[in-house]
């Protein structure tokens, strides 16, 4: 097929996507609720993805959760037992530039090597992707794998795993949550510590320095939001660390009941301390779907 008229159906597929999705949550006269309305996006992208290849169906699954529960270790877990591909999907890592510490950014790159996809692709002082760019990056991404091995979205950012699911409904969702009873404030607590010790106050300084304080990551950053502030001697260390800690708490709740929003995930425990319990009960639910088909007709499997 001619490379234009393949790009012109990329857009159209992205532009219908955005269409329906709008639709749906505005309630328009003429749609309903009803998924079977996103069916054409499905054909546009997933059905190539899924079915255009040698006949063997392929794993695709969303791996999500809120901050420091350990998502992107159980990520690359995954992606290096299974030989899988890994694809971001939150909106800090796009990002080049010394953000390491403060986004907590891992360099999957240099790990998984060709099959880690959309990490610090961006300028510094770049905007945001918009939920059609980022569509359009994932289909560039997902042109270009040939082989039939697992493909791992990694990342909460919900303004990208929505139009996500619209586009690939037939995907596994896994959301990592805490443990019952599991002590949140010291994993938190324990993170600011190693990032304090890291280079946290380096890094922002540096920033600083650079000119990159008005860029979106350190605008929209919390955590360089609150070291600018104790460089501006605004509070001691100690208080730094304690804002540090509560922001974490704020944002890992806050992320987890809008996470909780999405349909047909799968929550499974994950303690961030032992990633490995999480990536067995993972591989479990993906032999599952292998044996079953399910991943085929979007079917939910319990865990």
């Known amino acids: ?15 219908y996507l955005s269409v329906v999705t709008i639709s749906v949550f505005a309630g328009s006269p003429g749609h309903n609720s009803n998924p079977t309305v996103l069916r054409p996006v499905e054909n546009c992208l997933a059905k190539t993805f899924l079915e255009n290849r040698s006949g063997t169906s392929r794993i695709v699954i969303m791996i999500t959760g809120p901050t420091s529960v350990g998502k992107t270790a159980v990520v690359q877990g995954l992606a290096m037992s299974e030989k899988g591909h890994v694809i971001n999907a939150d909106k800090m890592y796009f990002f080049s530039g010394n ?17 880690a996809h959309l990490y610090r692709i961006l300028g510094p002082n770049s905007d945001f992707l918009s939920e059609t760019e980022y569509i359009v990056e994932v289909e560039r ?26 586009a690939i409904p037939r995907m596994i969702k896994i959301g990592l949550k805490w443990p019952e009873n599991y002590n949140i404030e010291n994993t938190i607590r324990a993170r600011v510590e190693r990032a304090v010790k890291a280079g946290l106050i380096e890094e922002t300084r540096q920033l600083i320095a650079d000119g990159l304080e008005k860029s979106i990551v350190f605008q929209k950053s919390p955590v360089y939001q609150i070291v600018a502030n104790y460089l501006k001697n605004k509070f001691t260390l100690e208080q730094m660390k304690s804002q540090l800690i509560i922001a974490g708490i704020e944002i890992g709740n806050s992320q987890y009941q809008s996470l909780r929003r999405l349909s047909r995930v799968i929550w499974v425990d994950s303690n961030p301390e032992n990633p490995e319990e999480a990536i067995q009960k993972i591989r479990a639910i993906m032999a599952e779907a292998r044996e079953t088909g399910a991943v085929m007709i979007g079917k939910s499997i319990s865990s």
């Open 1 to 15: 097929m001619d490379w234009a008229v393949l790009r012109r159906i990329q857009v159209f597929c992205v532009f």
């Open 99 to 115: 953000f390491s510490i403060g986004t907590g950014i891992r360099d999957l790159s240099s790990l998984l090597r060709d099959r």
């Open 141 to 166: 991404v997902l042109k270009g794998i040939d082989d039939q091995s697992p493909v791992f979205f990694d990342g909460a950012s919900k303004n990208y795993l929505a139009p996500l699911d619209q």
